[in-house]
């Protein structure tokens, strides 16, 4: 029996094989190793390029949006690597490799964009000497970017543990080698802009080959150092390796360990110099003690001999008070003496008794003085007052002065 085979319109095989490149994984995200052939860039900021192989080739094409990132560096021949995804391209029904990065391959390419690109952000100027911020001297947390399974995270926290174990430190584990490494870094550092009270980021790897720090020469990686909102210590590689990240970061270490040495200070520096600060303290408050005491017996024997003086003064002036006191005193009683002489005299003077004295009496009828004859009558019984006594009479008689 003949299998019926389904008619299909150009367009409508053209999108169904479009449809499966598009649910393929796989071909969404991709690396694949080539050599640039026929290279070209467009006047619409698009890219051009021809990847070979041993005995195939496909046309790659990268959009304007991700061309910027593409240095001047791709020649026909060099070994490139290329991160992207496979679609169809209808107009000419062929499959197209849309790449999105390009990786040099091998030591002339990775230095020749290595160049191009330092030149770039040189006259930008991305690596000047200003921008470098300064290390914190004391770190409170520091925000550790490398492999969460490499040699160089425990190189690191052996330092920290050793020479300041009172900073905390943050692991962000990131690829540091191969093509996903720049997206993994930069995404690294997106992440520790946003841990609260960060003071310092190490980025840091292991040695290697020149072309396992291509992604430390990478252009996002790069800005990205340069954009930290905190100090960026960069340990990577050895001696001799020098990356764009190390000539933007704020220090550059030749080492993980070094780097980390830089960052974290000496705990017993610290304990030797809070000692030395804490054995001048005690002897400026020893001095400080010592003066204060010396002017406060010398102010104490001011005081008591101003009080002494004053107390001397006050008793002078209390002895001259009493004596002008006592003689006010005096004067006015024998003021008081006389003018009392004085009135006693005339009371003397003005008293009746003074008259009984000189041989005159009273006489008084009923406690009454009878000051006429005519207050008295024959018979009445009337008491007559002598200067020295009284004497009891009865009036007989009444005679009256013509």
Same mark, same amino acid.
């Given at each position: 029996?003949?299998?019926?085979?389904s008619?299909?319109?150009?367009d409508? &095989?053209t999108f169904?094989?479009q449809? +499966?490149?598009a649910?393929?994984?796989?071909?969404?995200?991709?690396?694949?190793?080539?050599?640039? %052939?026929e290279?070209?860039?467009?006047?619409?900021? *698009?890219?051009y390029?021809?990847?070979l192989?041993?005995?195939s080739?496909?046309?790659?094409?990268?959009?304007?949006?991700y061309a910027g990132f593409?240095p001047?560096w791709?020649?026909?021949?060099?070994?490139?690597l290329? #991160?992207g995804?496979v679609g169809?391209y209808p107009q000419r029904?062929v499959?197209?490799?849309y790449?999105?990065?390009?990786v040099?391959?091998?030591?002339?390419?990775?230095?020749?964009?290595?160049?191009?690109?330092?030149?770039?952000l #040189?006259?930008?100027g991305l690596?000047?000497?200003? &921008?470098?911020?300064a290390?914190?001297? $004391?770190?409170r947390?520091v925000?550790? +970017?490398?492999s969460?399974t490499?040699?160089?995270? $425990?190189?690191?926290?052996r330092?920290? =543990?050793?020479?300041?174990?009172?900073?905390?430190?943050?692991?962000?584990?990131?690829?540091?080698?191969g093509?996903?490494?720049?997206? #993994?870094i930069e995404?690294?550092?997106?992440?520790?802009? %946003?841990?609260?009270? &960060?003071?310092?980021?190490?980025?840091?790897?292991?040695g290697?080959?020149?072309e396992?720090?291509?992604?430390?020469?990478d252009?996002r990686v790069?800005?990205?150092?340069?954009?930290?909102?905190v100090?960026?210590?960069?340990g990577?590689?050895?001696d001799?390796?020098?990356?764009?990240?190390?000539?933007?970061a704020?220090?550059?270490a030749s080492?993980?360990?070094?780097a980390?040495?830089?960052?974290?200070?000496?705990?017993?520096?610290?304990e030797?110099?809070?000692s030395?600060v804490?054995?001048?303290?005690?002897?400026a408050?020893?001095?400080?003690?010592?003066?204060? *005491?010396?002017?406060? !017996?010398?102010?104490?024997?001011?005081?008591a001999?101003?009080?002494r003086?004053?107390v001397?003064?006050?008793a002078?002036?209390l002895?001259?008070l009493e004596?002008?006191a %006592?003689?006010? /005193?005096a004067?006015?009683?024998?003021?008081?003496?006389?003018a009392l002489a004085?009135? /006693?005299a005339?009371?003397?003077a &003005?008293?009746?008794?003074?008259?009984?004295?000189?041989?005159?009496?009273t006489c008084?009828?009923?406690?009454?003085?009878a000051?006429?004859?005519?207050?008295?009558s024959?018979? !009445?019984?009337? #008491?007559?007052?002598?200067?020295?006594?009284?004497?009891? /009479?009865v009036v007989? =008689?009444?005679l009256?002065?013509t």
């Amino acid at each position: 029996m003949r299998i019926p085979r389904s008619q299909l319109t150009v367009d409508e &095989l053209t999108f169904y094989i479009q449809g +499966i490149f598009a649910s393929d994984v796989t071909l969404k995200s991709v690396v694949v190793s080539g050599e640039i %052939a026929e290279f070209k860039r467009h006047t619409s900021g *698009h890219c051009y390029f021809t990847l070979l192989g041993e005995e195939s080739r496909v046309a790659c094409a990268v959009f304007r949006q991700y061309a910027g990132f593409i240095p001047k560096w791709p020649d026909n021949g060099d070994k490139v690597l290329v #991160e992207g995804g496979v679609g169809i391209y209808p107009q000419r029904g062929v499959y197209q490799f849309y790449a999105r990065r390009l990786v040099p391959v091998g030591a002339g390419a990775i230095d020749r964009a290595r160049r191009e690109l330092r030149e770039r952000l #040189e006259k930008e100027g991305l690596f000047a000497p200003e &921008l470098k911020r300064a290390l914190p001297p $004391w770190p409170r947390k520091v925000a550790l +970017i490398t492999s969460g399974t490499g040699a160089a995270a $425990w190189d690191v926290l052996r330092v920290a =543990e050793r020479r300041y174990p009172a900073c905390a430190v943050v692991v962000v584990a990131a690829q540091v080698q191969g093509v996903e490494a720049p997206f #993994e870094i930069e995404r690294a550092l997106s992440r520790v802009a %946003a841990v609260p009270g &960060l003071d310092c980021v190490l980025l840091v790897r292991g040695g290697g080959s020149r072309e396992d720090l291509v992604p430390f020469d990478d252009e996002r990686v790069v800005r990205a150092v340069r954009s930290c909102p905190v100090p960026v210590v960069s340990g990577v590689g050895h001696d001799v390796d020098t990356t764009l990240c190390d000539m933007a970061a704020d220090l550059r270490a030749s080492t993980p360990s070094a780097a980390a040495e830089l960052v974290f200070p000496n705990g017993k520096d610290l304990e030797e110099g809070l000692s030395g600060v804490r054995a001048r303290l005690a002897y400026a408050v020893g001095r400080q003690i010592f003066a204060c *005491h010396a002017q406060l !017996d010398q102010t104490e024997n001011l005081l008591a001999t101003r009080m002494r003086r004053a107390v001397q003064g006050l008793a002078g002036r209390l002895d001259a008070l009493e004596k002008g006191a %006592a003689s006010a /005193a005096a004067l006015c009683l024998a003021e008081g003496r006389r003018a009392l002489a004085e009135r /006693a005299a005339r009371l003397d003077a &003005l008293s009746p008794l003074a008259v009984l004295v000189r041989g005159f009496v009273t006489c008084e009828r009923s406690g009454e003085r009878a000051r006429s004859i005519c207050d008295l009558s024959v018979g !009445d019984r009337v #008491e007559v007052r002598f200067a020295d006594g009284t004497a009891g /009479a009865v009036v007989d =008689e009444i005679l009256h002065d013509t």
